[in-house]
Nanobody
Framework: QVQLVESGGGSVQAGGSLRLSCAIS????????MSWYRQAPGTEREFVSS???????NYANSVKGRFTISQDNAKNTELLQMNNLKPQDTDMYYC????????????????????WGQGPKVPVSS
């Protein structure tokens, strides 16, 4: 069974930095994607960044050049370094891990799944 543990978040002033982490356990033998989304009250959840087990990364235009996503494969942990934070970055940030299809890798079958974390809050004050 796949599980996520998020950490990081907290209050920060504009221009400051924070790092969020998301650790995955279970079913890590096959490829998967880890992503961050964010959502403000009354708005739709929006994509922030993603990284897959081949280290392919993607970023929303609004965070390019300020946020960096990386992963510690040994610890199955994804890190989102957020620099030069702006008040408009204030949101709940949600980690997501997904394997869209069932895979057979390394002699092991791994089921598809889609799992969201609870979300650390990142309030950025001006």
């Amino acid at each position: 069974q796949v599980q996520l543990v998020e950490s990081g978040g907290g209050s920060v002033q504009a221009g400051g930095s924070l790092r969020l982490s998301c650790a995955i356990s279970g079913s890590t033998e096959c490829s998967y994607v880890m992503s961050w989304y964010r959502q403000a009250p009354g708005t739709e959840r929006e994509f922030v960044s993603s990284i897959d087990t081949a280290d392919t990364t993607n970023y929303a235009n609004s965070v390019k050049g300020r946020f960096t996503i990386s992963q510690d494969n040994a610890k199955n942990t994804e890190l989102l370094q957020m620099n030069n934070l702006k008040p408009q970055d204030t949101d709940m940030y949600y980690c997501k891990t997904a394997r869209p299809i069932r895979l057979y890798q390394g002699g092991v079958y791994c089921d598809a799944y889609n799992l969201w974390g609870q979300g650390p809050k990142v309030p950025v004050s001006s």
